[in-house]
């Protein structure tokens, strides 16, 4: 055997199945200074690497061959528990990610992927910045990076909405990210689905808002309380209805501001709310003022109950009654003093009627009279007819002006109680006639009018007039019967 087929079968016997690799890779020598091939020979892993080797005259190809097997079993345990990495990570329901120091994703795990629609091919080598479209939440997100790369120290319960939909909200945890030589290389971040809670915090924030804007600005008191009566809080309207600040009214219960005399009924309204389950009827009483003050209130209390039904604390609506009641104490009043008028008309008209009787037989009674004298004229002197006459006219007129004056006066009186006495203390000189003419001033008849009533000139009651006006000392320009209405 020549030596070159010595050295082939030598090779043959040394590679085995892995000779054929050997010379494909030797030929590849002209385009290729240093062909490698991997293999394996009597179970042991290797690797050749050929070489030419130029000498004058002569053309060697030098082969190297290496034991891998400890580098192909590293590789192996490598790719197994980086598989059961990955395995590990994917089982896990939370989101989990790798950032570098240049906001770049490196690693994710399947429930990332799955919920934000990102996969590693999408952002390779991109920034966070350039992916989201919200970049100011972006920067945002960067921020939180940079503190942990920064400090080393991990970031906890950040509440932020996911990179891909603004609508979902996640709780996320971020850590430094170190490589083998302890280095930060980056932060691993750990996130929680948590938008229904969001949801549900929020809807309970707007709730919480609606119902502090409708405890803080309701006109009538509201009041939560211990089932014992003591005061929790109190809005606004309680604690002026009574005179307190809030933390005072905290160290009061309902015990401090009821009267005596409504404890019992007040402990059978709350007992009612808390058998029936119900708010309780509204109930008219009193409280009583930081001053002592009795305040009149209408007031209906009920349960509060925790999330197991038990009865934990009571609420109470507290209704000022104070103006309403004044309003039923006024109208009362209104009602008395009209009830008060319809008395005083009715007596007014049942004098007036008899006063009309009376004068009815008075009247009668001076009919007769007339009626008798001129039946004496008859057989009277003619010549002294003249003056019977006469006195009989003097007579009329008499009870004529005492009947009308008479009846004026109690009826006047009647209507008008005060004036005589209040017209007497300002003016105490006035004659009886001037009294007359005030009180017809008063009534604004005219001057014509009482001289008919009083059958006097109306020269006369003109005069009457101008000494009245000089002894209420009020000059001609001032309405006399308007001045006189004053009384």
């Known amino acids: 055997m020549d030596k070159l087929s ?10 085995g199945k892995t000779f054929s690799r050997w010379l494909d890779a030797k030929s590849n020598l002209h385009s290729n200074p240093s062909p490698t091939f991997q293999g394996k020979v009597n179970k042991i892993e290797i690797e050749v690497v050929h ?3 130029a000498v004058p005259e002569h053309n060697f190809v030098v082969s190297f061959i290496r034991d891998i097997s400890g580098m192909v079993r590293l590789e192996a345990e490598f790719l197994r528990e980086k598989s059961t990495r990955e395995l590990i990570l994917d089982s896990i329901p939370a989101l989990v990610f790798v950032k570098d120091t240049e906001n770049r994703i490196i690693s994710m795990n399947k429930a990332y992927r799955q919920i934000t629609g990102l996969q590693q091919k999408d952002i390779e080598g991109r920034n966070v910045i350039d992916i989201m479209e919200d970049r100011q939440l972006a920067v945002e997100y960067w921020k939180d990076d940079l503190e942990v790369i920064e400090t080393g120290l991990p970031k906890r319960n950040i509440i932020e909405p996911m990179i891909t939909d603004q609508k979902k909200w996640f709780i996320t945890d971020k850590i430094p990210y170190r490589n083998n030589a302890g280095e930060i290389v980056g932060i691993i971040g750990f996130s929680i689905d948590i938008t229904e809670r969001k949801n549900a915090e929020d809807a309970l924030m707007r709730s919480e808002k609606k119902f502090r804007l409708l405890y803080d600005t309701s006109p009538d008191g509201i009041v939560i309380s211990y089932l014992s009566g003591q005061f929790i809080s109190a809005n606004k309207a309680f604690q002026t209805l009574l005179g307190y600040e809030n933390d005072a009214i905290e160290n009061l ?10 404890e019992d009924v007040e402990k059978q309204f709350v007992h009612a709310a808390l058998s029936t389950n119900t708010t309780s009827a509204t109930y008219e009483k009193e409280y009583l003022s930081k001053n002592g003050l009795p305040i009149p209130v209408s007031v209906s209390c009920w349960i509060i109950y925790d999330e197991l039904s038990n009865p934990i604390q009571m609420g109470a609506n507290v209704k000022d009654l104070t103006f309403q009641k004044k309003a039923e104490q006024l109208e009362r009043s209104l009602l008395q003093k009209e009830k008060e008028q319809l008395q005083k008309d009715l007596n007014t008209k049942t004098q007036e009627l008899n006063a009309k009787i009376t004068q009815l037989i008075e009247k009668n009674e001076l009919v007769n ?24 006219i003097r007579d009329l007129k008499n009870n004529t002006n005492e009947d009308f004056w008479s009846q004026f006066e109690t009826t006047f009186g009647q209507v008008n109680q005060s004036f005589y006495d209040n017209i007497f203390k300002a003016f105490p000189n006035l004659t009886n006639n001037e009294r007359k003419i005030s009180a017809f001033l008063k009534m604004n008849l005219s001057t014509k009018e ?6 006097q000139s109306i020269r006369s009651i003109e005069m009457a007039r101008s000494r009245l006006r000089t002894k209420l000392k009020i000059s001609r320009s001032e309405n006399l019967s308007k001045f006189l209405n004053q009384f």
């Open 6 to 15: 010595e050295s082939t079968t030598t090779m043959t016997g040394i590679l």
């Open 51 to 53: 070489s030419k080797l």
């Open 253 to 262: 219960s309902f015990r401090n501001i009821t009267p005596d005399a409504y």
């Open 369 to 392: 009279s007339v009626v008798n004298q001129l039946e004496k004229l008859k057989d009277t002197n003619p010549a002294d007819i003249p003056h019977e006459i006469g006195s009989l």
């Open 450 to 455: 009482i001289a008919n009533i009083t059958h």
